[in-house]
């Protein structure tokens, strides 16, 4: 993973900027992550990985992998296939969502 400022992080995240910037805060603190003024443009804060913060990351994906590998071992072979399919589906679905993971209640539409 290379550079990426905070304003792209937060839109792939679908995060506000000061939740993004609340969450990188902690990162850095921990060692993590660290961050730099861009030289091109002062008002850009980039981020970066610290090789902790890369460790850290690979650990996280190999704990999900061995996680999901798990369940994936209690589901029949025939049905891998289609549940694969269908969370790739769903995957998609999902991507085109403004990013809120449950309906406005009534009372903030109002």
């Known amino acids: 993973m ?3 400022s905070l304003q792209a992080l937060a ?3 679908k995060l506000d900027a000061s939740t993004a910037c609340r ?13 730099s003024e861009d030289r091109a443009n002062r008002r850009r804060v980039l981020l970066r ?6 460790r850290k990351a690979a650990a996280i994906h190999d704990a999900c992998d061995a996680f999901y590998a ?3 071992k209690g589901l029949p072979e025939d049905r891998r296939q289609a549940l694969l399919e269908g969370a790739g ?3 998609d679905l999902l991507d085109g969502v403004d990013g809120r993971c449950c309906p406005p209640s009534p009372r903030s539409r109002a």
């Open 49 to 54: 990985p610290t090789p902790a913060g890369k």
């Open 2 to 4: 290379g550079l990426a």
């Open 89 to 91: 589906l769903l995957a």
């Open 11 to 13: 839109a792939a995240l």
């Open 70 to 72: 798990g369940i994936m």
């Open 23 to 35: 969450t990188v805060d902690a990162l850095v603190a921990e060692g993590l992550v660290e961050r």
